[in-house]
């Protein structure tokens, strides 16, 4: 119960740097956005092409998303809908950060998925105070949504999925992928003998001796009732 604590406790500190996505078509302000959020040890990365929001996504795994209204190839509304329509993101927030100042487009804008509006310029503080309260929460939510309560673990819809996501760059990388599927023999004979409480406790010690000894870029998850997934 002490190592779990102190794990939980360190892992907390150790978090790594909330992440941005910031698309915008004007470079000279997005890099100064960019900037400014890197100054606050936040990593921000920028997309001046709207059609490859997806990709980006999906190699980039933003905490937080922050798109121009008005772009010339497809506006932030537009960009909003896309995103919104694939649930698997839809618990990143998306900021809005426009010169729009004509309240109904702003209403508009956060009716098609915004989840809030910062007009241009910004003052620093504020602005770098809004992006991290927002990206903590989407980062707390996502924990949620994703994690196994007892374990700590990916869900088992969740691992599968990013499996998938791992073959994928496997095949476009030409690189080496393995997956381990691990199973606590004789399992039920514990539940039987010392009870479910026991039970749980073996199920979480070992979830956490795998997060413990595998790499932090190798992915685990609780696959079953005693069955692990893992994906190195």
């Known amino acids: 119960a002490l190592e779990s604590n102190l794990d939980y406790l360190l892992q907390q500190r150790v978090k790594s740097p909330y992440r941005v ?7 000279y302000s ?34 937080l998303m922050i798109f121009d209204l008005h772009m010339p190839t497809c506006t932030g509304i537009e960009l909003a809908e896309v995103v919104r329509y694939l649930t698997h993101w839809i618990h990143i927030p998306i900021i809005f950060l426009s010169n729009e100042r004509n309240e109904k487009r702003q209403i508009l804008a956060m009716k098609t998925g915004g989840d809030d509006f910062i007009v241009k310029p910004v003052v620093e503080e504020t602005f770098v105070t809004t992006i991290m309260s927002r990206a903590q929460r989407a980062r707390q939510l996502a924990e949620l949504m994703t994690r196994d309560s007892l374990t700590g673990l990916l869900k088992h819809t969740e691992i599968k999925e990013r499996l ?33 409480q026991a039970g749980d406790m073996v199920i979480s010690t070992l979830a956490h001796l795998l997060r413990r000894g595998l790499r932090t870029t190798d992915i685990v998850g609780r696959y079953g009732g005693e069955e692990y997934m893992a994906v190195l």
């Open 21 to 27: 996505l910031l698309v915008d078509d004007d470079v």
């Open 164 to 196: 998938g996501h791992e073959y994928a760059r496997a095949q476009r990388n030409k690189s080496a992928l393995s997956v381990a599927m691990i199973d606590i023999d004789k399992f039920k004979n514990v539940n039987d003998t010392y009870g479910h």
């Open 30 to 63: 997005m890099e100064h956005h960019r900037l400014m959020l890197d100054k606050w040890g936040i990593l921000a990365r920028s997309l001046l092409d709207p059609s490859k929001i997806l990709q980006v996504i999906e190699e980039f795994h933003p905490d």
